[in-house]
């Protein structure tokens, strides 16, 4: 197990390093320069520290001096290289007086939070939802919960989160729009970006469990004569979550990806919406920056799966070292 464990460790490694590199070539080919002169496109309440005024041609050359942007381009991706091994991206382009660091540590926790939330709520709601449904299939209460499932895998997060706030904010004046100051703004964000992995949960554990179910250890165990609670419990279940642990890691990475959405519909000021600003500003050390962060939480999320699963299963261990 150990010695999976760490050849899944090393093969991270390669793939973060092919990450950062594309990365940083597709920063590069979009084009613009960080520091042009204009009104740039952001994050509302937040002053940019470059919108406006003319500044003389000598400025622009010690500022582009600065930042290494005169540098030629391998001498620039050494830099970078260099910043992700120590994991220090330096300061950014947009935002006086901050750090990539800084904003990481203080929008990553943000971002941390609500995607920590909608995992415990989507496992909450999903896993039991799916074993009601198989235990009750071919039923109303199984019919029901494969149509609550369907749709909220199928409607988009804006979608969901526009409707919310209409109904629920506008309409009713129970919670608020939008922020991340209270309990009350993050009941809404949570429900959204929850809804499409507690359908995938569901609908993994309620096909595992019909599987299982008909399993000839499951009908040896009931011939027993164990308890039923027992016989589920103990034979089913526990075998039937397997699918959904290794399901844990595009659950993570929709979770990801899912929040840039989220958090622009709800006015969250987290690593998603500065992302975005990040893009548009051509803020290059914030984007790496963002970008590198978002690559090793995903990975660190399957390498976990992963080896998770093969706890699980000796057979992953199995074929690994075969």
């Not at 990365?23 to 080919?29: D, K, Q």
């Not at 999903?126 to 909220?152: I, N, Q, W, Y």
């Not at 526009?162 to 993050?186: E, F, Y």
């Not at 589920?232 to 899912?258: D, E, K, M, Q, W």
Request: glycine content about 10%; some cysteine.
């Amino acid at each position: 197990m150990l010695s999976y464990a760490i050849r899944r460790v090393l093969w991270t490694i390669p793939v973060l390093f092919l990450v950062v590199t594309i990365l940083f070539f597709m920063m590069r080919s979009i084009g613009g320069s960080p520091l042009r002169r204009g009104q740039l496109v952001g994050i509302s309440n937040v002053a940019w520290s470059k919108s406006g005024d003319w500044r003389p041609d000598s400025i622009e050359r010690n500022m582009n001096h600065r930042f290494g942007l005169d540098l030629p381009w391998y001498r620039q991706y050494g830099n970078y290289l260099e910043a992700v091994a120590r994991f220090d991206f330096g300061n950014t382009f947009s935002y006086r007086y901050q750090t990539v660091n800084s904003i990481i540590g203080r929008q990553g926790r943000i971002s941390f939070e609500l995607g920590l939330l909608a995992f415990l709520l989507a496992v909450s709601v999903g896993v039991p939802l799916g074993v009601l449904a198989a235990l009750k299939a071919g039923t109303a209460a199984d019919g029901v919960a494969r149509f609550a499932s369907l749709g909220a895998g199928s409607l988009p997060a804006f979608l969901v989160g526009s409707a919310l706030i209409w109904l629920v904010s506008v309409q009713w004046g129970v919670l608020p729009t939008s922020g991340w100051d209270s309990w009350q703004a993050k009941v809404l964000p949570t429900i959204t970006l929850a809804l499409l992995p507690a359908a995938w949960c569901m609908r993994l554990v309620r096909a595992a469990m019909l599987e299982t179910l008909s399993a000839e250890y499951v009908r040896a165990a009931a011939a027993k004569g164990l308890r039923r609670s027992r016989v589920v419990g103990v034979h089913v279940l526990r075998n039937s979550l397997v699918p959904v642990v290794t399901a844990f890691g595009p659950i993570v990475g929709y979770l990801v990806t899912g929040s840039f959405v989220v958090e622009y519909v709800f006015s969250i000021p987290g690593i998603g919406r500065y992302y975005v600003a990040g893009v548009l500003a051509r803020d290059y050390p914030l984007v790496l920056g963002l970008t590198v962060v978002i690559t090793l939480t995903v990975l660190v999320a399957n390498l976990l799966v992963d080896i998770a699963h093969a706890a699980l299963d000796p057979r992953i261990r199995e074929a690994a070292t075969g």
